[in-house]
C-alpha cells in the first residue's frame, strides 16, 4: 500500500517570503508574519470637470440640475454632490452656481434634505425652477462688458 502525502499548509505565500523569514530566524530575530493590518489612503487620481457653463472672461460656473439626489440605486447624485464640493475646495477663486429644476427635492428618497438646504450648508449660490435670476443675468451683463 502506497502512502499518501502529507499535505501542510504552506506558511508563506512564495519562495522569497520563505527565504527572508528562514534568514530572520537565523539571526534570532523576532517577527509576525502577516499578523496585522497598516491603513493608508490611496491618493485621489486627477479629474477633469466640465461645467455646464462658463461665463466668459469670469471664474463664474453655471450647473443646471434636474437630478442632483439618490432617486436611482446607484450612487450617482452622492458622487456629483461630492464633485462640486472638491472644486469648490480645489478651486475657491471660481464663482460656482446652480440653477436647480426642482431644489425643494430631497437628497435621497426620505432625506429631510433638500437640494436648496445642501446648496446652502456648503455655500453655493443656486436658483430654483431652472430659471437664471435676473439679478444674476444683470450682474452678469455689467461683468463681462468690461
Known amino acids: 500500500m502506497a ?9 508563506y505565500r512564495s519562495r522569497l517570503e520563505q527565504k527572508v523569514a528562514d534568514q530572520l530566524e537565523d539571526a534570532g530575530v523576532p517577527y509576525d508574519y502577516e499578523s496585522q493590518w497598516v491603513r493608508y489612503t490611496i491618493p485621489p487620481r486627477e479629474a477633469k470637470y466640465l461645467p455646464d457653463f462658463t ?8 450647473e443646471a440640475k434636474g437630478r442632483f439626489g439618490g432617486f436611482r440605486s446607484d450612487s450617482t447624485g452622492a458622487q456629483e454632490r461630492q ?10 477663486d471660481h464663482d460656482i452656481r446652480i440653477v436647480f429644476q426642482d431644489a425643494k427635492k430631497p437628497i435621497y428618497k426620505g432625506s429631510k434634505t433638500t437640494y436648496a438646504n445642501w446648496a446652502d450648508k456648503h455655500g453655493f449660490t443656486w436658483a430654483d425652477r431652472g430659471v437664471v435670476p435676473a439679478s444674476w443675468i444683470k450682474e452678469l451683463k455689467k461683468i463681462t462688458k468690461r
Open 83 to 92: 464633485k462640486l464640493i472638491l472644486l469648490q475646495e480645489q478651486h475657491p
Open 3 to 11: 502512502k499518501r502525502p502529507v499535505l501542510v499548509e504552506a506558511r
Open 55 to 62: 461665463i466668459r472672461n469670469t471664474k463664474i460656473l453655471i
